[in-house]
């Protein structure tokens, strides 16, 4: 009987962009632009910019969104990858975790460069939230709340917020609101650097008016005070926690990124920007959704044998300020600690749900560059329906055994 044989090795992330994110509904930058023609400009920006690379190398496009139907339906891996003019011979398929899609794509991807049967992929997500808003057309069985499986908050992302409000009493509004305004002075200091133009590639438009060109995300609101958050109403409850000004929004965008095995990428000349140590999945109570970080980061820890004070970057999507906060208070670390979303996060830039993993990733990478004292930084999201999802990635630039 013939033998086989099976191949483990490093896999990295070579390069990372996105869309500027925009405001979803019908005055959005993207209201009459396609999901699908968002991903494919990822596409090709990234090859693009990596010139060196054949495109029909390329083994695998694997595109996250939440709500599959319409023009982000339709095996949508396969399809952007035939619209940005990939060889026939590429396949591509969707994936679906709700918020954590595009990590999935990553992580999915990833195992199969591990494990030797993929040499280079593209891994993304996309959501047009204006078009698709999350649960458009979903049918959840009535056995969730009849059989009581789910509390009937679980449903609601906001009531999930507040519910973890409720857990940690510590958490203030008034901790959340000052949260939210670094969030918006980090990103917007980001911006002034440079940092954000890096990540984007612009997205010619169509409106009413007529065509326009992105360049820039929509969403912050730079200048933003604690008065003004204060002002803000809570919609998911009475005297509640919870409002526009302390949670993402709901927006449209899509990402894309380079992965490849470590050897291939030295074989054509790719850049290495960060090179994947482990990841982790957990599952929650649902109707504290936001907790599911904590779990998932304990875990992939415990895997890898490193330590929360290891971590010298941490890239967190701030779908709530509360969900961060509780993530920082479970493992010691203060609100402000500059090792934390240094260029801002979800609440200034958006969260287009299933396309955000890619960013904190893209984001991390760029800011390993920057950091060569820095060995490893993590990438983490709480996960709708109860789920948290971390990467833990080692700096390709440590210096720090030199």
């Keep these: 009987m013939a033998s086989t044989t099976t191949t483990q090795r490093n896999v990295v992330f070579v390069d990372g962009v996105r869309t500027p994110f925009g405001k979803a509904g019908p005055k959005g930058i993207y209201a009459e632009t396609r999901a699908d023609d968002l991903v494919v400009k990822t596409i090709r920006e990234l090859l693009r910019r990596n010139p060196q690379l054949d495109p029909a190398r390329i083994d695998e496009v694997a595109v996250a969104a939440t709500t599959q139907t ?11 990858a035939i619209l940005a003019g990939l060889p026939e011979t590429v396949p591509g398929f969707a994936i679906d975790r709700m918020c954590a899609g595009a990590m999935t794509a990553v992580t999915t991807t990833a ?15 996309v959501e047009h939230m204006g078009r698709h ?17 789910v509390d009937p908050s679980a449903l609601v992302m906001g009531n999930t917020a ?29 911006k002034k650097a440079g940092y954000i133009a890096e990540t984007l590639v612009p997205v010619a438009t169509r409106s009413a008016t007529g065509w326009g060109l992105a360049t820039e995300d929509e969403p912050p609101r730079p200048g933003t005070t604690l008065e003004d958050l204060a002002k803000l109403k809570t919609p998911f409850r009475p005297a509640g926690r919870i409002t526009a000004g302390n949670a993402a929004g709901l927006n449209d965008g899509a990402t894309a990124c380079l992965l490849a095995g470590e050897d291939t990428a030295r074989e054509l000349g790719l850049q290495i920007g960060m090179r994947m140590v482990g990841f982790a999945f957990q599952g929650v109570d649902p109707a504290l959704m936001g907790i599911g970080p904590v779990p998932a980061t304990e875990k992939v820890l415990a895997r890898t044998g490193l330590t929360i004070d290891d971590i010298g970057l941490f890239e967190i999507n701030e779908a709530f300020a509360v969900q961060v906060l509780a993530f920082l208070e ?31 990733m893209t984001q991390l990478s760029r800011q390993f560059a920057r950091h060569p004292e820095v060995r490893y930084g993590l990438t983490t999201m709480c996960i709708g329906l109860g789920m948290g999802g971390t990467v833990i990635w080692e700096n390709p630039n440590f210096e720090g055994d030199k």
């Design 133 to 149: 808003p999350m649960g458009q057309g979903a049918d959840p069985n009535p056995r969730f709340l009849a059989d009581k499986l």
């Design 162 to 190: 507040e519910n973890l409000h409720d857990r940690f009493p510590g958490i203030t509004k008034a901790r959340t609101d000052a949260y939210a305004v670094a969030s918006q002075n980090k990103f917007d200091a980001a």
């Design 111 to 125: 195992s199969g460069i591990g494990f030797g049967q993929y040499d280079v992929v593209i891994a993304g997500g």
């Design 330 to 360: 479970h493992f010691g670390i203060d609100d402000d600690d500059p090792r934390v979303n240094q260029w801002g996060g979800a609440i200034a830039c958006g969260h287009p749900l299933a396309s955000s993993g890619v960013r904190l």
């Design 70 to 80: 319409g023009d982000q339906g339709l095996t949508i891996g396969r399809t952007a």
